[in-house]
Nanobody, 121 residues
Framework: AQLVESGGGLVQPGGSLRLSCAAS????????MSWVRQAPGKGMEWVSS????????YYADSVKGRFTISTDNAKNTLYLQMNSPKSEDTAVYYC???????????????WGQGTQVTVSS
């Protein structure tokens, strides 16, 4: 399996940016997927998950109302639309395939290489 992120870069506070994650090597349409980020000097932080086969999405409180996760199963692609980003959203963003979940516990079996997002004026 392979996950390849793209779309990162420099964005101004209050602007918008869309991240993409192209998936291959597994059945994307029946897989749960997540975005996870790592800010400079900090640990990994879960951002959002999508269970498209049951039409459920979940967001961290820090991004709820600003970010939107979605999938295009015809293109085997995961997206993260980032609206009104803040400086604290600066991080490397990773997409990951969920291997197992139970309640709020998630584990992952595949990760992308990450894409840098910098929010600055």
């Amino acid at each position: 399996a392979q996950l390849v992120e793209s779309g990162g870069g420099l964005v101004q506070p209050g602007g918008s940016l869309r991240l993409s994650c192209a998936a291959s090597g597994f059945t994307f349409s029946s897989s749960a997927m997540s975005w996870v980020r790592q800010a400079p000097g900090k640990g990994m932080e879960w951002v959002s998950s999508i269970y498209s086969y049951i039409s459920n999405t979940y967001y961290a409180d820090s991004v709820k109302g600003r970010f939107t996760i979605s999938t295009d199963n015809a293109k085997n692609t995961l997206y993260l639309q980032m609206n009104s980003p803040k400086s604290e959203d600066t991080a490397v963003y990773y997409c990951a395939k969920v291997a197992y979940y139970s309640g709020s516990y998630l584990s992952y079996d595949y990760w992308g290489q990450g894409t840098q997002v910098t929010v600055s004026s």
